[in-house]
């Protein structure tokens, strides 16, 4: 049996080397958000007890699909690379990409800041794959301000994990995102590699690819675009975070083949039992999957399973 570990939405806070200038931009909303809502909401030591659980669980895989940080802070993802350490696993047994607050101001994006220190666990196994990636291959962060090293593929195990980037600096007050015709290309071509078909094909993307909550302001504005992709190629499972709660959906793949689309909750949140800090597991064995979430009990002050179940 091989058990992936889903964590999404942990919100990192860290401001060490944060200089004011870098500030005055749509990071002043974003604090003031953080200020008077979300620093009431996330947790840190919410986090704390749930990397405590994960460590006490047989994982194999750790996937994290985004918003590490609140508002793209070097210092908030440097928090995040201390948790990661706090794990102890090795970088080739965990994959990140980012979420939309990864994504809040064009510079980081530019300057590939988040890629560069998240690079190790972002390494790639898709050297070789034709329509992949443009040549000449990426070998590091997207220093020219493009997202050619997105999607990237890992395999491990019996899975073949494909990491996709849906975040865009928006330059306003939505948190919606984009694929982008480029990475829908690699996608495919990933997806529907002979490397990659006879796998269990996992799909991690940070925005839903279809909508769960209402409003145009924060879903993904080509999610029709991706979805006919899936409807193509395939895939066995897509992972992702945003709305910070359990979400469920089924897409259709080749010959009517159902696609489970899952969300899970933020890992930092302090809510009430539906929306509680949580994680979710995978464990794959042959062709069956089954779904685990673990949620944090407030009156123990420990993480406990309050879901089991095959998906479908």
């Known amino acids: 049996m091989f058990r992936l570990a889903h964590v999404t939405d942990p919100h990192f806070r860290g401001f060490d080397g944060t200089r004011i200038a870098t500030l005055a931009n749509k990071r002043a909303i974003g604090l003031v958000n953080l200020a008077l809502n979300r620093r009431r909401k996330h947790k840190a030591e919410l986090l704390e007890a749930l990397v405590a659980d994960l460590r006490a669980q047989p994982v194999d895989h750790l996937a994290l699909t985004g918003d590490l940080s609140n508002v793209s802070l070097e210092g908030e993802w440097r928090e995040a690379l201390r948790w990661l350490s706090s794990y102890g696993a090795p970088a080739e047994a965990v994959t990140v990409i980012p979420g939309n607050h990864d994504a809040y101001v064009t ?14 666990f972002q390494t790639r196994d898709d050297v070789g794959v034709a329509g992949a990636f443009p040549e000449p291959a990426p070998t590091g962060g997207a220093g020219d301000g493009s997202r050619a090293p997105y999607p990237f593929l890992r395999l491990r195990g019996p899975l073949a994990i494909v990491a996709v980037n849906s975040c865009v600096p928006t330059g306003d007050l939505g948190a919606w995102g984009e694929v982008g015709e480029a990475q829908l290309r690699r996608l495919e071509a990933l997806l529907t590699s002979p490397d990659v078909a006879h796998r269990v094909r996992v799909v991690l993307i940070h925005h839903p690819p ?15 675009a991706l979805v006919a992709v899936l409807a193509r190629a395939g895939a066995d499972l897509v992972l992702h975070g945003h709305d910070h709660r359990d979400e469920s959906a089924i897409l259709e793949g080749p010959a009517g083949r159902a696609i489970p689309v899952i969300g899970a909750g933020s ?46």
């Open 210 to 224: 279809v909508m769960l909550k209402g409003g145009e302001s924060r879903n993904l504005r080509d999610r029709a």
């Open 107 to 120: 510079d980081v994006v530019q300057g590939g800041t988040f890629e560069k220190l998240f690079a190790a």
């Open 267 to 312: 890992a930092s949140y302090k809510g009430g039992p539906d929306t509680r800090a949580r994680y979710n597991i995978y464990e794959l064995a042959g062709d069956a999957i089954t779904l685990v979430t673990r949620v944090h009990d407030e009156a123990t002050d420990a993480f406990k399973e309050t879901r089991r179940e095959k998906l479908g």
